[in-house]
Each structure stands twice: as structure tokens, then as C-alpha cells.
């Protein structure tokens, strides 16, 4: 494995070395949550990252405290970054977890630094900060605080139920700064949801996440990702999943068309031919030209979410609307489609 060349960037590698190529320690945990699942706990040289293209996103830093993720996401984009490290894209990438046990310390000590101007950092981003291995490691509530203690904005993107364990902490640097919260629940499908998502909480659970966190003021945007073509597109399950994210009081909802790029694409058809074989053809033609679906699709997508939104009250008005929906780095996908309905 190489440690030496790493970046958290899902397009290229970066160019400065995050980790001592002596710094690591692999662990294994024979309980039932996490077993399969191995941990090389690393000490990062640096943890605050400039998103590169930041101009075309929302944010311009991220703090990312794990490589890979095992909710195990099959059309997971990030999926690509393990090959940095020499680590498989596929499974690799699902149980082979890189921790950065030293990122709530080394995040403190940037945002103390002179030449830090308070920028607002975006987490979730690459991989989720409330996977599973956060129930073990625990890094958030350190990462938060400092946040916190420096009154420095934020926002959260997670599929993980585990947030709620840090709900206190979340009002807390609520009342200090500017915290943004989204949960991504792309379908309720339950079918889709057992397949394309093994490791993640089910989107109920996720649903009432959001409103939880709205029950403590804490407004919590729904990025509703991925719409899958073909198995999570039709107009009824487009309209139940925003009918369910409005009944969770949800701030805004963002559609956001699967998208496959190098890494993903791969384990994604592999998935689609065991799962799906009649799709693969229709897939290799919405795909042809590259990574997203064509823009026409994704703005018939955007049109439908946005009307439902319209039609189940989501939008401006609600009590502590997030003030910015985080959004998986790399590549922005054409401007219909990141559409935040605020
Ligand atoms: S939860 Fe997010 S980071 Fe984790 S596998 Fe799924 S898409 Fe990837």
C-alpha cells in the first residue's frame, strides 16, 4: 500500500504527502458491526484540504478523517481514491478503512493558526464522517468542538444515523455559527435500498434523522442522491420519496442523477449485471458519453423533484433552513441538476 501519495480528492491524486509512511496501524475488531472490516489508523500530516475547481463548488475546504467507507454504497464516486493507496476499488474500498486519529488535534491547531481566516469547511464530502467506524473511533465530537470553540461554519453530509449521537454538541456550535445539515436519501425503495446501499441505515431512519435534527432547531436539508435511472426514476417513487422527505420537515431537497466515474462505474455494472442484467445495454447508452447522464434527463429529474417540492411545501419559510447543502466533491454536474430548493 502506498501512504506517501494521497489526496482527497476523487478525480487525482494531490500532489503533497498527507501520511509517514511509518504512521500506520492496522486493526481488525472481532464484533459483529465490524467484522470483515479492517483498520489502518494513520496520522495525517495535514487534514484541512482545498477542494480543487473550488469556484464551481459550494465550498472551498473539507475535512475528511476516513478513506472508505463501509456503508458500502455500490455507485459510491469516491470509490476511486483507494486506488491511490493500491487498495481495490470494489470490496477494498467497503472494508479497508483509513482513519486519521489524529484529525480532531491537527484540526484544532489549523483553525488556531494565524493565517486561518474562519473559512467554512465542508464534511461528508469524499467519504461519510458518520460511517461506522466513527461509532469506534469517535473523532466528531473533537472535530465539532473545535469547530466550534473557533466559531468557525461548518456544514454535514452523512447518510449515518450516528449524527444524533453528536445532536448536543450540533446545537451547541449552532448557537455560535453557521451549521449546515443533509442527509442524502436518493429512494425509499426498500428493494433498491437493501442492494445499492448494504451498509447505510435504512432511508426511514435516515428520514428521521432530519427530523430529529429539526426538532432541535437544527434546519436539515435532503440531498436526494442518487436518482437512479430506470430503478428509482419513476414519476411514483420520485413523488414518495419527496413526499417523504417533506413529512420528515425537511429545509430543501436537491436531486442530484447518479453519476458513474471511473472506480464506480466498474463495481456499479458488475452490480447491475447480477441485479439487473435486462439494464445493462440501456445503461452503457445513458452512459456513453462519460460519467453523468445526459443533461436532458437530469433536467426532466430536477423539473419533477422541483415541482414536487412545490406541491409538498418544501422550501423557503421553514424555521432554520440549512444554508448550504453540501455536495459530493469533483466534477459539478451541469447546473440543472445541483438545483437546492430554498
Ligand atoms: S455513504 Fe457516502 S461515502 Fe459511504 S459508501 Fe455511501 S456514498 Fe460512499
Known amino acids: 500500500m502506498r501512504w506517501d501519495h494521497l489526496g482527497d480528492d476523487p478525480v487525482a491524486p494531490a500532489d503533497t504527502a498527507l501520511f509517514g509512511t511509518d504512521a500506520v496501524t492496522t486493526r481488525t ?4 458491526e465490524f467484522r470483515g472490516i479492517t483498520f489502518h489508523e494513520v496520522r495525517a500530516r495535514s487534514i484541512v484540504n482545498r477542494v480543487p475547481g473550488a469556484s464551481r463548488m459550494p465550498f472551498e475546504w ?5 478513506r472508505g467507507c463501509a456503508h458500502a454504497c455500490v455507485y459510491c464516486f469516491a470509490r476511486k481514491t483507494h486506488s491511490y493507496l493500491d487498495l481495490d476499488t470494489g470490496l477494498g474500498f467497503d472494508s479497508q478503512i483509513v482513519v486519521k486519529i489524529n484529525a480532531p488535534e491537527l484540526l484544532r491547531g489549523h483553525l488556531a493558526s494565524r493565517r486561518w481566516q474562519g473559512a467554512h469547511i465542508a464534511m461528508g464530502t469524499n467519504v461519510d ?8 473511533y469517535r473523532l466528531m465530537p473533537g472535530i465539532i468542538s473545535a469547530l466550534s470553540d473557533h466559531a468557525n461554519p461548518f456544514s454535514i453530509l452523512t447518510k449515518g ?10 446545537v451547541r456550535a449552532a448557537e455560535v455559527t453557521e451549521v ?13 435500498w437493501r442492494t445499492l446501499e448494504p ?11 432530519v427530523r430529529t435534527l429539526g ?13 437512479v435511472p430506470f430503478l428509482g426514476d419513476r414519476p411514483e417513487q420520485l413523488r414518495e420519496t419527496v413526499r417523504a422527505v417533506a413529512e420528515a420537515g425537511a429545509t430543501s431537497v436537491t436531486p442530484l442523477v447518479l453519476h458513474l466515474r471511473p472506480g464506480a462505474r466498474e463495481w456499479f455494472t458488475a452490480w447491475l449485471r447480477r ?4 439494464l445493462v445495454g440501456r445503461y452503457e447508452r445513458m452512459y456513453a458519453d462519460g460519467a453523468y447522464a445526459p443533461t436532458w434527463y437530469q433536467r426532466r429529474i430536477t423539473r419533477q423533484v422541483h415541482e414536487l417540492a412545490a406541491e409538498f411545501g418544501i422550501g423557503p419559510g421553514r424555521r432554520g433552513a440549512a444554508r448550504r447543502t453540501p455536495v459530493p466533491e469533483g466534477p459539478a454536474q451541469p447546473e440543472p441538476t445541483q438545483l437546492t430548493l430554498l
Not at 475488531?29 to 459483529?32: A, G, K, L, R, V
Not at 426538532?215 to 436518482?227: N, S
Open 62 to 66: 473539507t475535512v475528511n478523517p476516513y
Open 161 to 170: 444515523t450516528l449524527i444524533l449521537r453528536d445532536l448536543e454538541l450540533l
Open 199 to 209: 451498509g447505510t441505515p435504512s432511508p426511514q431512519r435516515r428520514l428521521d434523522v
Open 275 to 278: 441485479h439487473h442484467p435486462r
Open 180 to 192: 449546515g445539515i443533509s442527509v442524502s436519501v436518493g429512494f425509499t425503495d426498500h428493494e433498491l
Open 129 to 136: 464522517c458518520y460511517q461506522r467506524a466513527e461509532g469506534r
Open 215 to 227: 426538532e432541535h432547531g437544527i434546519g436539515c436539508g435532503v440531498l436526494m442522491a442518487p436518482v
Open 29 to 32: 475488531f472481532d464484533t459483529p
